[in-house]
């Protein structure tokens, strides 16, 4: 009955018209094309349009109407247009079928032209806490986005780009400020950024695309205005730009680390008094304010004559403060004493620079002494020979007998310690042995999201010069790829990738990790091969990624 009911509107033959007359030039502004044609069913031709525009998006509909039994038919199609250039623009005529639009001008203002901010429904201000930070330094920004609108839906991107590690920071804030007489509405979002190499890095554009409530609706025809969803905004920042510095040259670390605080602890200060034979477990933790866990550097604890040391597991986690992220990185140490007496563990050092003072610091954790008992030897005789008493010798008897019983504790120590190692072998295996014969979980599936943050994880460890991690990255890449979960050494990766520049650069890393000149490793070639060899596959084996999809990836859900 609507349709019956619905007045007859005379609508000419093909037409064009804007949603707006004058825009900014971060908004994007709607072009409808209508048109009674009978043989419509092709699209305008709106390729005059990409001189000047960006076509964001296309809709199309129709409406029909029988009036005194004769049925008309309208077809409507919307497109959302970016400008690529201020000023007055001319949209040309669009061909329709056979027929021909009337040619529209639109007027662009620049997104500094204080003025035309009172007719901006929505814009975005981008503002960055370092201009001029080290390479890996954390770096806060803060989006502000102002609303004069009442809005229904809007997503807003996030601060992307190839040389960047992006942390989001807590909660978004909402308050009201006035803008040239005018109140908005401001939605704040902060994030921690960490460029990854030295020089000028362009940041692009934040942009924001929503759907308020059409305020023209009444005007329009009752029909239109049922099938009426909104009015679209679309809104972007401008660039930001910032020059990385390279490492201080001062610095004299193994590892780049500049943060605002770095800390390290002996969690396990208990059992410094053992049997020989008997394990010590030391667990180190290092924390670094201003850093995520995956910048913190491996611990590694050397071994000596008195003691073995084995490395067990490590458990990294990044944490939420209101100075930004806290890294953590906790490295449990098995420490197994070869002999009985009074054994020193060495100090251990973590060179840092403190990017508050912009000077080099040393964290440390002092040497640590632990008594080693032997039940097997007299009281008078736990301490360890000296050079001193070792001429000052007892009975003959005695000495021979407390030597062998020494031998004995100490094979039976070695070999209860080898059978230790190889129950833990069989048990690594039989759960290896287990995860491979069932079904990988949603949550194991290697996804494009890891196979991101891989990469980044090896440009990062080439960066600084970390061949130790550089490893395990290119190992955890290899495997997310190509979903093979038994590479486990270099030379599988080597052998993956011969025939490239990588394959080289990695047997080049593989011989440099058990070099003695380690610590001298430059990750710069691996890190272009690596992108490189990248590239290449995404060539080959990949289609582009959605832009929509990657312009919008955190909805502002709170509106």
Not at 275 to 280: A, D, F, I, R, Y
Not at 420 to 444: F, G
Request: include cysteine; charged fraction near 25%; charge should be negative.
């Amino acid at each position: 009955m609507l349709v019956l009911l619905a007045p007859v509107t005379a609508v000419a033959e093909s037409s064009a018209a804007l949603d707006r007359k004058k825009i900014a030039a971060a908004e994007s502004v709607r072009l409808f094309i209508e048109t009674d044609q009978q043989n419509s069913e092709r699209s305008p031709d709106i390729g005059p349009l990409s001189e000047n525009f960006h076509v964001l998006g296309t809709s199309s509909g129709q409406n029909i109407s029988v009036v005194n039994g004769k049925q008309s038919v309208i077809r409507r199609w919307t497109y959302e247009l970016e400008p690529k250039i201020t000023g007055v623009i001319t949209l040309p005529a669009i061909l329709v079928g056979a027929e021909q639009t009337e040619p529209i001008q639109l007027t662009v203002v620049p997104n500094d032209d204080i003025s035309s901010t009172q007719e901006r429904d929505v814009f975005i201000e981008v503002e960055v806490s370092d201009q001029s930070p080290y390479v890996q330094q954390q770096v806060d920004i803060s989006i502000r986005l102002f609303l004069g609108v009442d809005l229904v839906d809007g997503s807003l991107s996030e601060p992307s780009h190839d040389n960047l590690a992006v942390v989001r920071l807590g909660n978004d804030t909402n308050t009201e400020a006035e803008v040239n007489d005018r109140r908005y509405r401001v939605i704040e979002r902060r994030y921690s950024v960490f460029p990854q190499k030295s020089g000028t890095l362009t940041i692009p554009p934040v942009r924001f695309a929503g759907i308020t409530r059409d305020s023209s609706q009444s005007s329009r025809r009752f029909i239109d205005s049922l099938f009426n969803q909104g009015t679209r905004i679309r809104s972007r920042s401008d660039p930001v730009t910032i020059d990385v510095r390279p490492p201080n040259p001062a610095f004299t670390g193994r590892t780049w680390l500049p943060a605002k605080k770095l800390q390290l602890d002996d969690l396990n200060r208990s059992g410094d008094t053992l049997e020989l034979g008997q394990p010590l477990n030391r667990i180190i933790q290092v924390q670094a304010l201003g850093l995520i866990a995956d910048q913190l550097p491996d611990i590694f604890v050397p071994e000596s004559g008195d003691y073995k040391a084995y490395s067990d597991q490590t458990e990294s986690d990044t944490q939420q403060t209101e100075q930004g992220p806290l890294g953590i990185k906790r490295q449990s140490i098995a420490i197994i004493p070869t002999q009985a007496g009074s054994i020193q563990l060495p100090a251990y050092r973590i060179n840092w620079w403190d990017i508050e003072t912009d000077q080099q610091r040393t964290a440390e954790l002092p040497p640590r002494e632990i008594l080693v008992t032997d039940s097997s030897l007299p009281v008078n005789e736990q301490q360890a020979p000296t050079p001193e008493n070792k001429s000052v010798d007892a009975k003959p008897g005695v000495s021979e007998t407390s030597n062998a019983q020494s031998k004995f504790w100490r094979n039976a120590s070695v070999l209860l310690t080898v059978l230790w190692l190889l129950t833990l072998a069989v048990l690594v295996w039989q759960i290896r042995r287990h995860s491979k014969n069932r079904p990988e979980s949603d949550t194991t599936k290697h996804t494009p999201n890891n196979q991101s943050a891989f990469r980044a994880q090896v440009l990062r460890a080439c960066s600084s010069n970390n061949p130790h991690a550089a490893r395990q990255a290119l190992i955890d890449w290899f495997r997310s790829y190509t979903g093979k979960h038994d590479m486990t050494s270099l030379e599988d990766l080597s052998a993956f990738s011969r025939g490239h520049d990588l394959g080289s650069g990695i047997a080049h890393l593989d011989r440099t990790l058990f070099a003695d000149d380690s610590l001298q490793w430059e990750g710069g070639d691996l890190a272009e091969s690596f992108r490189n060899f990248e590239s290449s596959l995404m060539n080959g084996h990949r289609s582009a990624p959605d832009d929509a999809t990657s312009l919008y990836p955190v909805p502002l859900r709170n509106f």
